[in-house]
């Protein structure tokens, strides 16, 4: 270990004063250069986009939801070579409103997936009982959301707005039949067989 050695007398001070105008002043402890942070990786940008038209008391969207949509989120959405989106709607009446809130709501904590599967699955079995606040708190309560948050966005009617405009939108398209599917825009009415979309986005995909 190197150490400054205390020099006495004049010749000593000259010897010190020559070598630090040498090597530089004193003994103290030269600061690592710090290595920048590495750049993250950047996330892919999907370069196709799905939006899906549903309602939750639609009995062909609760069939597109469980023979489509999850598959096509396994096979291009979780390996983002595609995006996928949602807008539910209130075009059913009340219930539906609610539901489709409850689904955002999830979305807020990232749950609306299992939370759509939940609420197609409740509503398969007890209709729009399924849907009261109290049966829509449950579910969300059985996914492991937090309880408060949910409850809060879910009374507040946050999210009303949102399912409503969804709704316009395609009203103010002409459109009166759910679900509808855009693929990069290209609309697919009804609930198809799965192959009938996988060779949709194959061939975009491949463009």
Known sequence: MTKCLKMVGLGALSIALLISLIFGFGC????????????????????????????????????????VEEELHRLYVDTDKVSMEVRSINGLGNASLLAAEAALCA???????????????????AGAAAYSEAELLKTAIALGLNEEAFSTCLTSGVKEAEVDANRLELLDAGETEIPIIYINGNKIKGNKPLQTYVDVIEQLLSQ
């Open 28 to 67: 103290a402890k030269q600061e690592a250069t710090p290595t920048p942070p590495p750049s993250p990786t950047p996330t892919p940008t999907p370069k196709m986009e799905i939006v899906i038209y549903s309602d939750f008391q639609c009995h062909n969207c609760a069939d597109l939801f469980f023979d």
């Open 107 to 125: 979305g807020d904590q990232g749950k609306f997936w299992a939370y759509s599967g939940a609420l197609f699955t409740a509503w398969r079995q």
